[in-house]
T-cell receptor
Framework: TQLLEQSPQFLSIQEGENLTVYCNSS?????LQWYRQEPGEGPVLLVT?????EVKKLKRLTFQFGDARKDSSLHITAAQPGDTGLYLC???????????FGQGTELSVKP | ETGVTQSPTHLIKTRGQQVTLRCSSQ?????VSWYQQALGQGPQFIFQ???????GRGNFPPRFSGLQFPNYSSELNVNALELDDSALYLC??????????????FGQGTRLTVV
């Protein structure tokens, strides 16, 4: 049973396009984190959101935590080939607890 | 670079064998977690160690075991390897003190192939 559902699982777009990745759950999380992982590497943290309704921006990336803290989205504006990678959302039920990961979204941005 | 190092980076083992994977946590981090990431999937939590004690375990059989040492480095041991154990094994260390937004720093992983 996947506690965190990510969609889409695969996304192939052209440079300059916008995209949104969704992370949904029936569970409430105390915090939710987004990671980016490149082949042969471990996940690297992009952002952590902790408050329902919170929006955080990181250059061309916008992250939102749902009001009920059950879902989140990642929006990339004007995607670039360097954005290519596996994007993972991960939630925690409590502080210091384990991370529950989604299955990931494989993004390919073509020049 | 996160400062979390794992060894070896790649490993090939035969079904039924035993394997030990190693992780050096980032300086000052006393919590280490291990995750298994199958191809095309997100990481799955195996267990967590805090100050040398197991502090949470995921849905993995007892043949997956671990240790944490006084310097907070850690080992993951897997006995009686099965083909389905082939995966990327990730170690993550965390800042002490917890908190809902505690960042986990991941190593580059060990790619285990069981043949």
């Amino acid at each position: 049973t996947q506690l965190l559902e990510q969609s889409p699982q695969f996304l192939s777009i052209q440079e300059g396009e916008n995209l949104t990745v969704y992370c949904n759950s029936s569970s409430v999380f105390s915090s939710l984190q987004w990671y980016r992982q490149e082949p042969g590497e471990g996940p690297v943290l992009l952002v952590t959101v902790v408050t329902g309704g919170e929006v955080k921006k990181l250059k061309r990336l916008t992250f939102q935590f749902g009001d009920a803290r059950k879902d989140s989205s990642l929006h990339i504006t004007a995607a670039q080939p360097g954005d290519t990678g596996l994007y993972l959302c991960a939630g925690r039920y409590n502080q210091g607890g384990k991370l529950i990961f989604g299955q990931g979204t494989e993004l390919s941005v073509k020049p | 670079e996160t400062g979390v190092t794992q060894s070896p980076t790649h490993l090939i083992k035969t079904r039924g064998q035993q394997v030990t994977l190693r992780c050096s946590s980032q300086s000052g981090h006393n919590t280490v977690s291990w995750y298994q990431q199958a191809l095309g999937q997100g990481p799955q939590f195996i267990f967590q160690y805090y100050r040398e004690e197991e502090n949470g375990r995921g849905n993995f059989p007892p043949r997956f075991s671990g240790l944490q040492f006084p310097n907070y480095s850690s080992e993951l041991n897997v006995n009686a390897l099965e083909l389905d154990d082939s995966a990327l094994y990730l170690c993550a260390s965390s800042l002490p003190g917890g908190g809902s937004n505690t960042e986990a720093f991941f190593g580059q992983g060990t790619r285990l192939t069981v043949v």
